[in-house]
């Protein structure tokens, strides 16, 4: 009886996966974030990505963005030991979170994703102006928010919120 309701459970989870759209767009935040960013800059190579925090999330962006082509790559966080660590296997250059604002006047894309319960970028840390041809992404994937959401009123700054990859998945 049980091998018999065992294969009615496979029969029908094949079932819903097939005919409905229950698995439609079931992918992650990293792999979304990372497809958003190639959708603003299509050339990886050509820009300074930096992600803060080291997690799950982070290394999963890491790995999507090294699939992707992209070669400068900044992993800062509030413990350097744990940035050193992970760098390395992306080609990544490890540099403390106490460097942040030159870490917002070198990167063209910034990802944060820490445990942080505060905000730790403030608008007043992005002291160089973004230009048309020099334009700054920000992705906040934090929660509470890592980003003070002013920045995204700085000319030629765009910042991506968790709902805004949640609504692109």
Do not use: W
């Amino acid at each position: 009886a049980s091998n018999r309701l065992f294969q009615t459970a496979i029969y029908t989870g094949h079932r819903v996966r097939t005919d409905t759209n229950i698995a439609k767009g079931a992918v992650s935040y990293s792999q979304v974030t990372v497809d958003a960013i190639c959708h603003e800059i299509p050339k990886l190579s050509d820009c300074v990505v930096s992600i803060i925090g080291v997690n799950e999330m982070t290394e999963s962006i890491l790995n999507f963005l090294s699939a992707r082509g992209a070669t400068n790559i900044i992993l800062a966080n509030r413990s350097i030991d744990k940035a050193k660590t992970l760098a390395p296997r992306y080609d990544a250059k490890a540099v403390p979170l106490e460097e942040k604002r030159h870490l917002l006047h070198v990167s063209d894309v910034v990802v944060s994703a820490t445990s942080a319960p505060h905000t730790i970028i403030h608008s007043s840390d992005l002291t160089t102006k973004a230009s048309k041809g020099n334009r700054k992404l920000f992705f906040d994937l934090a929660i509470p928010p890592d980003i003070d959401e002013g920045i995204a009123a700085k000319p030629h700054v765009k910042l991506f919120r968790i709902a805004d990859i949640e609504q692109r998945d």
